[in-house]
Nanobody, 120 residues
Framework: QVQLVESGGGLVQAGGSLRLFCGAS????????MGWYRQEPGKQRELVAR???????NYADFVKGRFTISRGSAHNTVYLQMNSLKPEDTAVYYC??????????????WGQGTQVTVSS
């Protein structure tokens, strides 16, 4: 059983910073990628940033230059440093873990989500 625990969300003024943390526990085998998605009410969940097993990263265009994703010293952890936050960054942020399945394909695991609210 894989579980993801998130922390670090909260309320911040525009231009401020927050740092999100996600830790994965359980049977973490065949790590593929770990990252963050976000979802606003009534909208689809969208990728924010992701880091792969080889350390490569990819970011949504709307966060490039402002957000940085990194893995912790415990490789089943990931951080999202969010700087220069904007009101439009307000959303629930979800941690995502992707593991390769031995029979092929991948399995996705999700955290409960952490609210980020940016006031103008």
């Amino acid at each position: 059983q894989v579980q993801l625990v998130e922390s670090g969300g909260g309320l911040v003024q525009a231009g401020g910073s927050l740092r999100l943390f996600c830790g994965a526990s359980g049977s973490i085998l065949r790590f593929r990628a770990m990252g963050w998605y976000r979802q606003e009410p009534g909208k689809q969940r969208e990728l924010v940033a992701r880091i792969s097993g080889d350390g490569s990263t990819n970011y949504a265009d709307f966060v490039k230059g402002r957000f940085t994703i990194s893995r912790g010293s415990a490789h089943n952890t990931v951080y999202l440093q969010m700087n220069s936050l904007k009101p439009e960054d307000t959303a629930v942020y979800y941690c995502n873990l992707v593991l390769s399945h031995p029979a092929g394909g991948t399995n996705d695991y999700w955290g409960q989500g952490t609210q980020v609210t940016v006031s103008s």
